[in-house]
């Protein structure tokens, strides 16, 4: 074929989601286009037992993983193999959200907030609302949640805002342990990425 891809082609395989062959407009060239759709990821912030659990679930599922941490043990290539680490100052709201600033966040990007305390979750899911990621969710109990919503909305954050997050997070199965629950955070993400409604 010709060393320079029409421009009407490289049009259509931009917009292409699934393989097409020859695109209109190709008289005399036959071009075969197979889109490679971006990875679905996950930022998790926090690198505890839930956070390892998650993430070593995610790997054969085909999440992508990046693990968000305030302490050097707990953000290790050892700890998490099937993850990229990145460790950040703090967990407080200025930092999380000047990494997700930068990092590529869109529809097929989820956050995953599973920190060790309420004040980093907190700073963690302010931050987490200023993008627009696909998916937010939240480690905690329905308590803890009512308590950092009103909080939140007193901080002048939306109660639409506030309801787009998955919280408790994970799909309710009566999960206990890190890995159980998981389990039943894998299956919420699953249904995410498929479009499936998911019940909260």
């Known amino acids: 074929g010709p060393e320079t891809i029409p421009e009407h082609v490289l049009s259509e395989a931009k917009s292409a989601e699934e393989p097409l062959l020859s695109p209109e407009n190709a008289p005399g060239d036959v071009y075969l286009i197979e889109p490679f759709p971006a990875p679905w990821t996950l930022h998790i912030f926090g690198g505890g037992h839930v956070a390892k659990a998650v993430a070593d679930l995610a790997y054969p599922i085909d999440f992508q993983t990046v693990i968000l941490e305030d302490r050097p043990e707990f953000a290790s290539a050892e700890r998490f193999p ?45 931050a987490a609302l200023e993008v627009r990621a696909g998916y937010v969710g939240m480690i905690g109990s329905r308590r803890k949640w009512g308590y950092i919503r009103k909080n939140l909305m007193e901080y002048g954050i939306s109660a639409q805002a506030l309801d787009s997050v998955y919280t408790p997070i994970g799909l309710d199965i009566g999960a206990d342990t890190p890995e159980e629950i998981a389990v039943s955070i894998a299956a919420e993400l699953i249904a995410w990425r498929r479009g499936k409604e998911i019940r909260r």
């Open 82 to 126: 099937h993850s990229k680490t990145q460790l950040l100052p703090t967990l407080r709201h200025e930092d999380a959200a000047a990494y997700l600033k930068t990092a590529r966040i869109g529809a097929q990007s989820g956050i995953v907030i599973l920190t060790r305390g309420h004040a980093h979750d907190r700073d963690v899911l302010t």
